[in-house]
């Protein structure tokens, strides 16, 4: 049996979190404080000693990684690896990439593992250096084999993310406007919490307390609608996201889309997205809503399309839901359709995937996004863990799936257009949003890259501020709890207020 806990070297502290990075790659956690050099001789069972030395150069920064391995009362193995880089502006950031790059390498010599398919980054948005790589004029080809290289990314990986960053570039919405924001309304309630769900949904309580929430709630977009009108800003999409937005009883509903009718304008964005997520939380009554204020984006999240899955997982409705409702809403010829799924859920397998995209090709969605299981604090599935790991697919079996998934939207004619990575993803993998030509969701994107201010409204919403010069990004945060964010709404306003007053005054 491998080590399984590590111990770091003295004077380590700027690579600390990055050998961290590295080590639960390959399930490895920190067994104590960091050692002296000498202390290595005096190794645990069970445990690995890794040090760093890195030099800054007139002409490079060079590092040096060594990895000692107790394998045995008797049995010490030792690891050396070496990296050197031209000297950038940012010699300490440049140690610290050839430090992970130094002990992905030599982890994988060791273990025989491959860690995961993204090498040494870490990061939610990939994207975002793709991007500046891609700046000086470098060709997708040259970062494709830089992001190989320097980053140790699989290939498959590095052309996926390369091909994203590249359909965005290209999207007209994209390109930066100062003063062009989108809104985020964020809606807590939830008919159930699926089991892999960490977000504060609640269940919907009395309409009495539905109603306290929406008075609050138009507080709220009142002082956005004054920030925008104050600063002259100009308004590109909301997203009405949560939670579950259209658990919302048929009148409260209705209310919500007139608020952000009265609030954000009669001109309607171009982009104005209702996340409906599960079928059984809509309705004809809220489908005729949604058309008759002018929603043009719909998501539908089946997450499977197999029965045995939606019933662990806590979905109160069938796959046969799931296709009625498409259907009601295709057939109304008003909305840009969206269909998530998951990868990695509990007990499925190949098979089941390929059955899932299937079904979901047969539907002809404008777009799919895939996700990869995330064990996220605070989730049933994460606090049960112990009692269902077994069910969980392995690493290789979800990389699978999300090969399968993308083979599936390739035949529909479906690109990736926006990618993200979470923290405790299974194997190590991303979410991709697929769409067809001209169908993207642009506040996927926007969001996704950092790219544009918005506006954060309603509990658990963030407001994220982009300077326009710098593209340097402030956030602030509204409450999780319903109750503490109508208690002390004022404070988060004045909050937001002060954010977006120091990107333009």
């Known amino acids: 049996m491998r080590p399984?806990?590590?111990?770091?070297?003295?004077?380590?502290?700027?690579?600390?979190?990055?050998?961290?990075?590295?080590?639960?790659?390959?399930?490895?956690?920190?067994?104590?404080?960091?050692?002296?050099?000498?202390?290595?001789?005096?190794?645990?069972?069970?445990?690995?000693?890794?040090?760093?030395?890195a030099a800054i150069e007139a002409d490079a920064v060079r590092v040096s990684t060594a990895v000692f391995v107790r394998e045995s009362a008797a049995v010490i193995s030792f690891e050396q690896a070496h990296q050197a880089a031209s000297l950038p502006v940012e010699a300490a950031k440049t140690a610290r990439r050839l430090v992970r790059l130094n002990l992905l390498l030599l982890m994988r010599r060791i273990t025989g593992e491959k860690g995961g398919p993204w090498g040494i980054l870490s990061g939610v948005r990939p994207g975002?250096?793709?991007?500046?790589?891609?700046?000086?004029?470098?060709?997708?080809?040259?970062?494709?084999?830089?992001?190989?290289?320097?980053?140790?990314?699989?290939?498959?990986?590095?052309?996926?993310?390369?091909?994203?960053?590249?359909?965005?570039?290209?999207?007209?919405?994209f390109r930066h406007n100062a003063r062009q924001i989108s809104v985020y309304i964020g809606i807590p309630y939830c008919p159930s919490r699926c089991l892999y769900c960490s977000f504060p949904g609640f269940a919907l309580p009395a309409e009495a307390a539905v109603g306290s929430f929406l008075t609050a709630l138009a507080m709220d977009l009142r002082a956005a609608r004054q920030l925008i009108d104050q600063y002259g800003l100009e308004l590109q999409t909301v997203y009405i996201g949560g939670g579950t937005p259209t658990s919302l009883l048929n009148e409260q509903f209705r209310q919500l889309l007139e608020m952000v009718k009265f609030f954000l304008g009669e001109t309607v964005p171009a982009e104005y997205t209702v996340e409906a997520g599960r079928p059984d939380s809509l309705n004809?009554?809220?489908?005729?809503?949604?058309?008759?204020?002018?929603?043009?984006?719909?998501?539908?999240?089946?997450?499977?399309?197999?029965?045995?899955?939606?019933?662990?997982?806590?979905?109160?409705?069938?796959?046969?839901?799931?296709?009625?409702?498409?259907?009601?809403l295709s057939s109304m010829e008003q909305f840009y359709i969206n269909m998530d799924i998951i990868a990695g859920l509990p007990g499925e397998t190949e098979a089941d995937m390929q059955d899932t995209v299937t079904r979901i090709a047969a539907l002809h969605p404008d777009n799919v996004t895939v996700h990869t299981l995330a064990l996220k604090k605070g989730s049933?599935?994460?606090?049960?863990?112990?009692?269902?790991?077994?069910?969980?697919?392995?690493?290789?079996?979800?990389?699978?799936?999300?090969?399968?998934?993308?083979?599936?939207?390739?035949?529909?004619?479906?690109?990736?257009?926006?990618?993200?990575?979470?923290?405790?993803?299974?194997?190590?993998?991303?979410?991709?949003?697929?769409?067809?030509?001209?169908?993207?969701?642009?506040?996927?994107?926007?969001?996704?890259?950092?790219?544009?201010?918005?506006?954060?409204?309603?509990?658990?919403?963030?407001?994220?501020?982009?300077?326009?010069?710098?593209?340097?990004?402030?956030?602030?945060?509204?409450?999780?709890?319903?109750?503490t964010y109508m208690k002390n709404l004022t404070t988060y306003l004045a909050e937001r207020n002060a954010v977006i007053a120091g990107l333009f005054e």
């Open 4 to 53: 399984s806990t590590y111990f770091s070297g003295e004077n380590q502290e700027l690579f600390l979190q990055d050998i961290r990075a590295i080590m639960n790659l390959f399930q490895i956690g920190a067994a104590g404080p960091p050692l002296g050099r000498s202390s290595w001789q005096q190794l645990a069972e069970d445990s690995f000693y890794i040090d760093n030395y």
């Open 128 to 173: 975002k250096m793709v991007r500046k790589l891609l700046e000086p004029g470098l060709t997708p080809e040259t970062v494709i084999d830089k992001l190989i290289g320097d980053y140790a990314l699989d290939r498959d990986k590095a052309e996926l993310i390369v091909e994203v960053v590249g359909r965005q570039n290209r999207l007209p919405q």
């Open 284 to 328: 004809q009554i809220k489908l005729e809503l949604l058309k008759q204020y002018n929603v043009n984006r719909v998501s539908l999240n089946p997450q499977t399309m197999q029965e045995k899955t939606l019933k662990l997982i806590g979905r109160k409705h069938t796959v046969e839901d799931i296709i009625s409702m498409f259907q009601k």
């Open 380 to 483: 049933r599935l994460k606090m049960s863990l112990e009692e269902c790991s077994e069910l969980l697919p392995g690493r290789q079996t979800t990389e699978n799936m999300l090969a399968i998934a993308r083979q599936a939207m390739a035949e529909l004619n479906m690109h990736p257009y926006y990618l993200y990575r979470q923290k405790y993803m299974s194997g190590n993998l991303e979410n991709v949003g697929y769409a067809k030509a001209g169908t993207e969701c642009i506040y996927n994107v926007q969001i996704m890259e950092e790219n544009q201010t918005i506006l954060g409204v309603g509990p658990a919403a963030t407001t994220k501020a982009v300077q326009p010069l710098t593209g340097q990004i402030k956030n602030c945060y509204h409450p999780k709890d319903v109750h």
